[in-house]
Nanobody, 121 residues
């Protein structure tokens, strides 16, 4: 069974840093894009940062210059380094990946269970 397992969430004061990690496990032929989404209290889920297999990156406007996404293809892992955290960054952060199982039916979008990030002022 393919899973995305997140780690690294927690509570931090404003201005602090956290590093989230997500590892894909299971029988996967390849991973296309990987990314992080978040859903804050009373808000819709939004894209935070996405990195393609070719290394192209997109960031949500409010995190540019503060967050850095990276991936280790050999370990099927994506990381999100979050610096200068603000209370508005408080959310459940979800890992997302477009997976090719190599079975001929295209890409399957898969989500992790989420990890909570709480930033206090």
């Amino acid at each position: 069974q393919v899973q995305l397992v997140e780690s690294g969430g927690g509570a931090v004061q404003a201005g602090g840093s956290l590093r989230l990690s997500c590892q894909a496990s299971g029988s996967i032929a390849s991973i296309k894009s990987m990314g992080w989404y978040r859903q804050g209290p009373g808000k819709q889920r939004e894209s935070v940062a996405v990195i393609t297999s070719g290394g192209s990156i997109n960031y949500e406007e409010s995190v540019k210059g503060r967050f850095t996404i990276s991936r280790d293809n050999a370990k099927s892992t994506v990381h999100l380094q979050m610096n200068s955290l603000k209370p508005d960054d408080t959310a459940v952060y979800y890992c997302n990946a477009d997976l090719d199982y190599g079975l001929g039916f295209g890409l399957v979008t898969t989500w992790g269970k989420g990890t909570l990030v709480t930033v206090s002022s």
